[in-house]
DNA sequence: TTCAAGAGAGAAATCGTTTTCTTTTTGTGG
DNA sequence: CCACAAAAAGAAAACGATTTCTCTCTTGAA
């Protein structure tokens, strides 16, 4: 490795004007200054991140917390855009992990001299939630995406936004009866609620009790399950709201098993907008959250809270998304 | 930030011996060393990673290769698997960038000392296979997945044992008109039509040349295309291979289109065993890949090669997978 | 001609570890 | 009680950058 002493000697110059040479700084001449450049080039000089760390106490490095990472395409979709924002700024990323007893996602950031932390998905055992919270409560500089910590920025799709669309696209192909399967308590589940709650009111739509139905995210047979339980109800639903994609697949195949055709005799509305809904057949209406937008506001905002710590007021960003049509939804006005 | 010298001054000992009592080294009483780890635990020390990294020249950091990340489930849990047993073994990843002319990967990885690289995808323009090729071609441990560079070590899945695998169960399903679809020229798509055409031929299976497309891995529209290039054979073929579950879905996409049942019609069988696959009506016949075990050979021999540098040989690794039956093979020995 | 100000250059301290080498302490056998 | 080896402890030099401070040399104004 080619350090920035043999740089300098090679160039007839100290380390010190070496560094500012190559820093665009204030201190030496333009001429040896683009000399120091040049040689740098030539010479396949890289300067050592880990000395820079060390020195400036700045490691460009950005931790991110998720649990099960590539599990579904959702995750995958922010993660994607969080690597390429940070990348044009300049950042890496590091994967925090909570090797249990051994050290945790703050003892992890703290050895890693993360400039900041994103957490995205703090996992669900109640010890993860534990050691994710006490990063949301520590003195670096955090950011979460889908839920939400005291003082701290977030960043969310807009769920009540979402859902209300979703109801209202519903609502203008004729559908009066949507049931809404949705995913576990928290605070995503909680606006999109709202937003469903908020929507039906609005446009005289009664839901019944019963149409409302907890599942779990990401998981097609819970939705499955939730489904046959939907299927129960005297009156049918023409339309059943699914929390997320893969979860809508997994209630079209229940559907399906129990003779049922889509969108033919049931209706059937995914969430994320993922790249399945539109492969399989028929294709999946779905609500398109923008997920490389979350991944890049989150990272936007946390580089604003690392580089300007002062001037830096915590707020609730959403990112909104449309709906997309798909043939798993029926048109009943034409009739 | 708690350093050694202010641990080792509430201990009073000197830093040397605080470093080798949490080192567990030789050189100091074994009271004093536990003195030192207790207090350390109490104080929340935790070693400076760059600190550390400048020392030794070991960053405990792996960089890896791979474009559109997120992209396609196969990746993805390839990711995971590298992710999570870089993990157990004490190695962060660091995803090498390519920002054009400012810096290449192997720039990316001097930089950041990475201790070796994985090349999982390296892209698909010129450019970034000569940036791939520029790691390859380095001093740095490297070690590729699903592609093969001239004396380093590779991990790819079966292609060519699974091929014959596929070959042979639909042979045991009675299919005997067998198309293959492929993805793009390269060491994959070369070993899984060896397999294919050895296995075609062990039974007697003829294979016209027209049954042997091409099409591109994870493009459903191409593959679309190129089934609907099959169905202009005068004599159709009872199944249908494609190079990965993706574009199974993008070919029974355009099956269906023309009118054509699966199976009852046409037989699809996918590659790769991703969750999809499981979660579509009719399920896809696929090929697991564990891919997971791909990430994680692929890790296990990169850290190999960097911590037995000369000891250390190149070789192949093949992770063998297996066949998921599903409904999108029709079973022909019934009748 | 003289002086002050400003730019250009370099010496040296520092960041938090590890590691080598020297010194001190301890324990053992004669 | 002494000599000697082995273990324990510490001092100090790195690792490769950044940054502060000092010094020198121009340059322009008085």
């Known amino acids: 490795m080619v350090t920035l002493r043999e740089l300098s000697e090679r160039c007839g110059v100290s380390v010190a004007a070496a560094s500012k040479a190559l820093n665009g700084q204030q201190g030496i001449g333009p001429e040896k200054a683009e000399l120091v450049r040049r040689t740098a080039r030539e010479l396949g000089y890289y300067p050592n991140a880990a000395a820079q760390t060390l020195k400036t106490r700045r490691s460009l490095n950005i931790g991110i917390l998720f649990k099960n990472v590539m599990a579904n395409e959702y995750f995958s979709a922010i993660l994607e855009g969080v690597r390429d924002t940070a990348e044009t700024r300049g950042y890496d990323i590091t994967f925090l992990s909570n090797l249990s007893g051994e050290h945790g996602y703050y003892e992890h950031a703290m050895r890693r001299q993360c400039d900041g932390v994103l957490i995205v998905q703090p996992g669900y055992s109640e010890a993860e939630k534990a ?26 799709g807009d769920n009540l936004g979402g859902l209300e669309e979703v109801v209202s696209y519903l609502y203008g192909l004729g559908h009066r009866r949507i049931a809404f399967i949705h995913g576990e308590m928290g605070d995503v589940t909680r606006q999109r609620l709202e937003g469903f709650t908020r929507a039906c009111a609005a446009r005289g739509i009664q839901v019944p009790g019963e149409y409302v139905v907890q599942g779990q995210y990401q998981e097609p047979d819970a939705a499955a399950d939730a489904t046959r339980r939907l299927l129960k109800c005297k009156t049918l639903p023409t339309c059943i709201l699914y929390p997320d994609d893969t979860c809508c697949l997994g209630g079209i195949g229940a559907l399906t098993e129990e003779g049922l055709r889509v969108p033919e005799d049931m209706s059937c509305f ?7 809904a539109f492969l399989v057949r028929p294709t999946l209406a779905t609500h398109d959250q923008n997920c490389h937008g979350i991944g890049e506001q989150a990272v936007l905002e946390l580089i604003r809270a690392i580089e300007d710590p002062d ?11 449309s709906v997309h049509p798909g043939g798993s939804v029926r048109d009943l006005t034409g009739e």
Chains 1, 2 share one sequence.
């Open 311 to 321: 001037g830096f007021e915590p707020r609730n960003i959403t990112v909104t998304g």
């Open 131 to 156: 050691e994710a919270l006490k990063l949301a409560e520590s003195d670096l500089p955090v950011v979460s995406i889908d839920l939400i910590y005291q003082g701290r920025s977030s960043v969310t």
């Open 270 to 276: 995914g969430y994320d907008g993922s790249h399945i």
